[in-house]
């Protein structure tokens, strides 16, 4: 996987967001993509996509993870991300992926309450009980009446 391809991954993740909190009606709310964070180790973290906002005097922080990888996300890559989250404090956890997760990475997500999410192309399997394709027949009928005393 090029770069390319993961900055990709991370922006349609972006907007896939920002969309969703406008679908919400939260329009203030600003999704930010390749955000650098200081943790409280002092180290500085790269997060894929972020946003927070202030409600009610609270402030709440989402870090997102991508991962536009072929193959499921194992348990490894959620402890990386965990010990992110872990430095940042005081921060939502959700990991995107594109091939979905392994029974470890699930696990460890669920325990630690990191939120799992796919961002992909939908398959076939994905559709069943579902409708997928709608399809209207339009017929169109045109008529032009003209004065036949105008020539």
Do not use: P
Request: proline content about 0%; some cysteine; charged content about 30%.
């Amino acid at each position: 996987m090029t770069d390319s391809k993961h900055t990709e991954y991370e922006r349609l993740v972006q907007e896939l967001y920002q969309t969703l909190h406008k679908a919400e009606g939260l329009e203030t709310i600003n999704v930010d993509q390749d955000v650098k964070i200081k943790g409280r180790s002092g180290c500085k973290h790269q997060i894929d996509v972020y946003w927070e906002f202030e409600m009610v005097g609270q402030v709440h922080r989402v870090a997102i993870e991508c991962k536009h990888y072929k193959e499921g996300i194992e348990i490894g890559k959620l402890r990386d991300f965990f010990g992110v989250l872990h430095d940042i404090g005081d921060v939502k956890g959700i990991f995107v992926a594109k091939a979905g997760y392994d029974s470890g990475a699930i696990k460890f997500a669920n325990y630690y309450n990191i939120s799992l999410q796919e961002a992909r192309v939908a398959t076939d399997e994905d559709w069943e009980g579902r409708v997928k394709d709608i399809n209207f027949n339009v017929t169109g009928c045109f008529v032009r009446i003209t004065d036949a005393n105008q020539g």
